[in-house]
């Protein structure tokens, strides 16, 4: 333990051994990826011939934008287009639903409130998977097969989000509630005005995890979507493998494997910029 | 500028009666400071009269209009906050103006009369800094701001100072006190801080467990407090009180006398033993313990000789200084 205190501040062998560690987790990380990726830059004999390529071929653009165009089933911008009309009225969806039911919640005086929060708490203990059967039920009802709507509102509304919410409206001092009402500004002003520019730090955060969540969708679009052109990209991939005796394509799988995960690497890194600087400038 | 009137103010939380019914007419211009103990009640009708607390019974006017079924926006008050209350996303101006914009003021007259309580407040450049840059005492003159530009009839304040250190906080109640006098708006001050209510009241309302002990100007109420209650709460050191069979007359009466009322004597009206001197420069206080463990304080002169730590010593006063309370705590 001794040893373990000392260790911010020694320098030398320790140092040296922790960066090296580090490494090789990076690496070991990262060492799928970089398969992928190169497998994604040769042609398909080469990877089929054994030993397989570890440096990246020149089969680059052909492949990416053959994958883009033609794909397998669906063109694969076709269905990045499609993820990313899911992610987003997930994110944007699920962070509006929240934070009107956490306003709702905290702000306001109603029969049953009690019971309205625990029912909300209780769907957490729902996930996707579980409703899955009678879900696919309502949304066939609802002609909702291979459309957006389909895609998006079962997964719409979320209990953590709005129980995140909830606990930040809590630590708002009610003054400043009071002092608006003082002002003269109705409660959805105090919404508008004050309570949405106050969470924008936990909005921000949110969306990071909430566009990936719906991104890495899986399970819920492999069941309503039959018509290629509404899959999105997560399962589309599955949808590439070949059954039977066809030949797998595997460069352009691989490289519709890097492009799915652009992305959500483009949200984490752009909006974490933004909520750092959030959470340096927060206070209540 | 309005007067404003509470006629048999009451206020319950289900079954728990709060406050047992408060009486005012505040005169136009008058300064009142509510103060009294934790508790007892004096935030409770202030927020009242703001609109954040429905009024269980009575009536609040203001203006002589009644207002209690009205918003807190239609009362034409303006209301400063213990904690400020601050919003901690927009700028000193924004917070300023806030009000003025819901109520749909043009923009010039928005700036113009910012501008003005920014000068008023020496707060012009701090304008386009948000809360969370600025120091207690610049929040708080925000928090000021943010009520005059509204140009309330009645101005509220839930101790203001209570979030300030002591030296800034004596500042304050000068300036608070100058700058109402200045603009000439009714208002209610709520604190627990005796001093400030001394200072800054014109009248003011002693509380005590939701009853309004005694309401008058600041010297009348120390001079001749109404109560047990308000004789001890008001001033600092505290009445000193001593039961009637400890001075050989009846046990149902209590007596009190203000430390500098009392003087230290060979002889006197009783004997007590003297505990500890505090020497505070200018005088000195000289805490005592009676024979039944009543503890007595003596406040004298600094030139005045103190008797040493566990001496006995006599105590006496003039009778005209003599307050008397009958056991339920009234005047008798």
Redesign the interface.
Known sequence: MAEQTGMVEKRGAGLWLTHLGLIIGVAFIFFPIWLAFVASTVSQPEIVRPPMPLLPGDQFFENYSKALTAGINAPVALMLGNSLFMALGIAIGKIAISLLSAFAIVYFKFPGKKLFFWLIFLTLMLPVEVRIVPTYEVIANFGMLNSYQGLILPLIASATATFLFRQFFMTV?D??A????????GPM?FFF??LL??SRTNIAALFVILFIYGWNQYLWPLLITTDPSMNTIVMGIKQMFPSGDDIADWPVIMATSILAMVPPVLVVVGMQKLFIRGLVES?? | MATLTLNNVKKSFGKTDVIHGVSIDVEDGEFIVIVGPSGCGKSTLLRMVAGLETITDGEVQIGGRRVNEEEPMARDIAMVFQNYALYPHMSVFDNMAYGLKIAKVPRSEIEQRVAQAAKLLQLEPYLQRKPRELSGGQRQRVAMGRAIVRKPAVFLFDEPLSNLDAKLRVQMRLEIRALQRELGVTSLYVTHDQVEAMTMADRMIVMNGGVADQIGKPLEVYANPATEFVAGFIGSPPTNFITGDLLGRSSEIKLGVRPEHMRLAETGAMQARATYCEALGAETLVHLICEDGTQVTVRQDAAASFPEEGSLVGLEWDARHEMRFDASGRRC
């Open positions: 001092p003054e400043l009071e002092a608006a009402r003082v002002d003269g500004a002003r005005d004050i520019p106050m206070e209540k």
